[in-house]
């Protein structure tokens, strides 16, 4: 006849009462267990094999009635005659019982036991795999024993870590270097500031300096050397020790990085739109006047928008930039939208483009941390968000497919919606009358690839 399946079902025994007929090895060796889950355990025998700890013993042979009152019953005295009157009492009175010399009339198996903390694993194998349970839950008390070192070893690491890291920040502070102009000082203050709310104990210095962007201004950017005018200077620090860490507007980066300098932590992404700023009292752009902007991104985009609009090139920072427009001569200005919330200006927004009317440069909303290479950044762990790296590397690796720094026409925006990245940019050459825009959706395991892919398909000439 086929075995019955028994259900492993955990019962809470705390504060039970738990009848043990047999003070045998078996029968004191079930109670200590029991009484080790909380039960109140009695053991009624006539003799007794030891004296186990939290167990009750009374020192009598079973007599009819015994078992009213307890909510579990073990027989497991040496007498088959006896154990039958215990189950067929309890069977009586509605009480599951366990008769340890005979399977067959078990309510319930009393299994093999693995037991760390919280844990807990039964093992049984009906009535003909004692010593197979036996095996197993030795087994799986090894395998705890084993996670239980490694957790010890894991938390003598993580101390020893921590007091390494005390006493680094005992010996050390963190300077963080910065272009010197208003909006950069407030970004690298948002970067400062996520340092700090993380680690409070750490001493950190901003440290500013003009770059040699900064410093010509009469000129476009790709007559004097592109966007890496504006890192030269922090660059140098951080390769001589100067300064441990940069924060840069991503993108203002090069898309080629100095493998010695890598991109240690990117800032959750502030809104990436670009906006349009009118002179004071002005509702509209007058279009009889160009518009202020240094990027050929924007002026391809300004041409689709406003036709027939002229464009001028505006360099400076956001300041300089809005003072000249206000003084005469400009219809209209297009900025970062992040970079005007940030120096709290949004007053002077007339009109926020979204990113189906004007695609932002790649990297535009977000902060980038620049630190050495081999440097133990552990305090900017907290500082790096997922989402923003993956969309960086995608927008990055779209403009890097296609030649682009800040001389080309070239945009992208990526956002990541769950396990999936869309992907929007746009290719322009001016000369040719090309302005190509379009979009892809793929994983957003895979950023780099899928920036090269929307490349492949917009960028042929």
């Known amino acids: 006849m086929d075995q019955p399946a028994y259900f492993p079902l955990f019962v809470n025994l705390s504060g039970k009462r738990v009848a043990v007929f047999g003070g045998g090895t078996v029968g004191l060796r079930r109670a ?31 007599s009819p009635g015994d078992c009213a009152g307890y909510a579990l019953v073990i027989a497991a005295t040496d007498s ?47 009535n003909t795999g004692h010593r197979l349970a036996a095996q197993a839950a030795r087994q799986i008390r090894e395998l705890l024993d084993r996670r239980e070192q490694a957790g ?4 003598a690491a993580h101390r020893a870590c921590l007091r390494k890291r005390r006493k680094w920040m005992e010996k050390h502070k963190v300077r963080v270097g910065s272009r ?14 996520q340092i700090r709310r993380a680690h409070p104990e750490l001493e950190v210095e901003l440290v500013t300096m003009k770059t040699t962007g900064d410093r010509i201004l009469d000129r476009p950017l790709d007559k004097i050397g592109g966007k890496g005018l504006f890192v030269r200077e922090l660059d140098q620090a951080l390769l001589e020790g100067r300064i441990d860490l940069a924060v840069h507007s991503l993108k203002d980066l ?3 990085t100095d493998p010695r300098l890598p991109l240690a932590a990117f800032s959750p992404r502030a809104d990436a ?43 400076g920072n956001v300041q300089t930039r809005i003072e000249k427009l206000d003084r005469g001569g400009l219809s209209a200005l297009v900025l970062a939208h992040a ?13 926020v483009f979204g990113p189906e009317e004007m695609i932002p440069a790649a990297g535009q909303g ?16 907290e500082a790096d968000c997922r989402e923003s790296r993956i969309a960086a590397a995608a927008e990055r690796s779209f403009v890097r497919a296609l030649g682009g720094g800040c001389t080309e026409p070239i945009a992208a925006y990526a956002q990541v919606r769950g396990g999936e990245l869309c992907l929007t940019g746009l290719f322009a050459v001016e000369e040719a009358g090309i302005l190509r825009t379009g979009g892809l959706t793929g994983d957003a395991g895979a950023p780099e690839q899928l920036g090269e892919r929307l490349a492949a398909q917009l960028g042929g000439v």
């Open 254 to 256: 090069p898309m080629e």
């Open 32 to 62: 200590q267990v029991l009484s080790g889950f909380g039960a109140q355990v009695t053991v009624i025998s006539p003799a007794f094999a030891g004296q186990p700890d939290g167990v009750q013993l009374l020192c009598r042979a079973y």
């Open 273 to 315: 739109r670009d906006v349009l700023i009118l002179p004071q009292g002005r509702q509209t752009p007058d279009l009889s006047l160009p518009f202020g902007t240094s990027s050929p991104r924007r002026r391809v985009q300004i041409g689709r928008l406003f036709a027939g609009a002229q464009v001028e090139s505006v360099r």
């Open 80 to 126: 088959r005659t006896v154990n039958r009157a215990v189950v067929e009492e309890c069977r009586a009175l509605g009480i599951p019982v366990n008769a340890a010399d005979a399977p067959g009339e078990c309510d319930f198996y009393f299994p093999a036991i693995a037991r760390r903390g919280s844990l807990v694993a039964g093992v049984t194998a009906s």
């Open 152 to 155: 010890l070893e894991r938390g």
């Open 366 to 381: 977000i902060l980038v941390t620049q630190a050495r290479a081999g440097d133990d950044l552990w305090y900017l762990e």
């Open 180 to 193: 010197d102009s208003r909006l950069a000082i407030a970004q690298s203050m948002l970067a400062i500031g």
């Open 339 to 351: 970079g005007i919330e940030r120096l709290g200006m949004q007053d002077r927004i007339s009109r």
